[in-house]
């Protein structure tokens, strides 16, 4: 299952991720190395892996970044920079809140609720753990994913830039999207 969320959270999630991990087996295999599947929610078809929700809490997150892991795809060097790329995407909780990390729908099964129903699923994992609300970050080149959010009762909470890393990663601002809970 790690290699196959790893995947497809690098191609549906290509504009965070490649820029860190670059493309092929090797990329898919680092970030396979370092996926918590303790803290995410799948759907599948049949067997088929078409979705996944990465959870982060101030107790764990589905991204688990770790040195030894990533030094042994990149090496040294490969390593430094990849680690203070991932810090510059990390978002760090409130003990209050669920941050999804990232929401990844495989192409052929886009449009058919899998998105808002791992959302949903969500909701019920973090008020199952007391939790007051559900944050996220959307980037300025994915409108309709913060269309799907506000639809989904999400509201702006604040936007900022990625300057000066906007041109490496392809986008230039996000949006901070927070749903209270209960």
Known sequence: MRVAAAALYIEVLADKL?????????????????????????????????????IQTTAAGFIDVQWRALRSCYGFSGSIWRMALLSFLHHEP???EAYIDGVAVAPPWRGRG???????????????????????????????????YRQLGFEVARRQTVWPLGSLFGFHSSTVMIKPLG
């Open 18 to 54: 490649v820029p860190v991990f670059g493309r092929g087996d090797r990329a898919v295999m680092a970030l396979a190395s370092i996926l918590n599947r303790q803290m995410c929610l799948a759907a599948h078809d049949g067997e088929k892996l078409v979705g996944i929700l990465g």
């Open 114 to 148: 899998i998105g808002s129903r791992l959302i949903a699923a969500l909701e019920r994992w973090a008020v199952a753990r007391g939790l007051e609300m559900l944050c996220l970050e959307v980037v300025d080149t994915n409108s309709q994913a913060e269309k799907l």
């Open 94 to 96: 409130m003990e209050i």
